[in-house]
């Protein structure tokens, strides 16, 4: 069975956010295989993609794993396994993707940018505790707004550019603060350098301390910086030590997620469901 590892929101390798990518040619084999292969991969999603028959609401259905857990929506994955079924000719145009939370959508340009098209996510301003900041390593917290039941973030945001690169996080303490992860965020201190905003995302409770570049949180994140920079065409630059760019565009209920990928480990896994 072929499995690849695909740098999604980036184009250059060992950039942006890493995920697993496994087409299958028929059934999802058992949840508990499919778990083991995740935690094997160990990067913060592995996708599992499986052609439907034509003519139905979808063309692939599409499930993500951590290494812990399978999750509801992820952005980077699905932008990764668009990247392979677009780079081996198994599908061309709009790819529909039959997922947990319904059809999501990806299409490719020509110079090879996927545009992936997301339930944009509800924000519900919420009253933090101090601990929550001390958690982040001893920071200000600005505001905080709650995307559950659809994400199940908390979006913080904090001073400026330079509070969120040099967050030290306790990851285990943040465990009580978000059903799925805590996005941190500020607006870009200088716009000239190609984004409007910043943010790192931190999942322990997925086990995940830090996630590169979450494309799921920017439905959230996409809606809160439109409101605050009075456009609906937006950048943001997501990450740690290793960071990618999402360009991101608010269409109502519907976020549309635009990055590059890139391709790094192709390969073969070796042991069969």
């Known amino acids: 069975m072929r499995i690849r590892i695909v740098d999604a929101f980036t184009d250059r390798p060992f950039h942006g956010n890493p995920a697993g990518v496994l087409l299958l040619d028929g059934a ?32 692939w259905a599409l499930r993500w794993f951590t290494p812990a857990a399978e999750v509801d929506l992820c952005g980077h994955a699905t932008l990764a396994t668009a990247h392979v079924l677009a780079a081996t000719g198994l599908a061309t145009g709009l790819i529909r993707f039959a997922t947990r939370c319904g059809v999501l959508t990806a299409e490719a340009a020509g110079d090879g940018a996927i545009t992936l098209d997301f339930p944009t996510s509800a924000l519900v ?17 600005r505001s905080a707004h ?60 997925l086990g995940i301390d830090e996630d590169p570049v ?32 999402v360009r991101v565009t608010l269409a109502g209920d519907r976020t549309l997620l635009t990055g590059d990928a890139v391709t790094v480990l192709d390969g073969e896994l070796l042991t069969a469901p």
């Open 214 to 245: 979450t494309g799921s949180a920017h439905t959230a994140l996409a809606p809160f910086w439109a409101a605050r920079l009075g456009r609906t065409e937006l950048t943001g630059l997501q990450g740690g030590a290793r960071r990618g760019l």
């Open 146 to 205: 709650d995307t559950s039941p659809h994400l199940g973030d908390l979006v913080v945001e904090v001073a400026d550019e330079r509070t969120v690169r040099e967050l030290a996080p306790d990851h285990a303490a943040l465990r009580a603060y978000a059903e799925r992860g805590v996005i941190v965020t500020a607006a870009a201190e200088d716009p000239s350098r190609g984004y409007d905003f910043v943010s790192r995302g931190f999942f322990p409770a």
């Open 125 to 141: 301003p919420a009253d933090v505790p101090a601990e929550v900041g001390r958690a982040l390593g001893g920071v200000t917290v």
């Open 28 to 59: 999802f084999p058992p949840d508990a295989w499919l778990q083991r292969v995740a935690a094997e991969v160990n990067l913060s999603e592995t996708a599992f993609a499986r052609p439907l028959p034509p003519g139905g609401d979808a063309d």
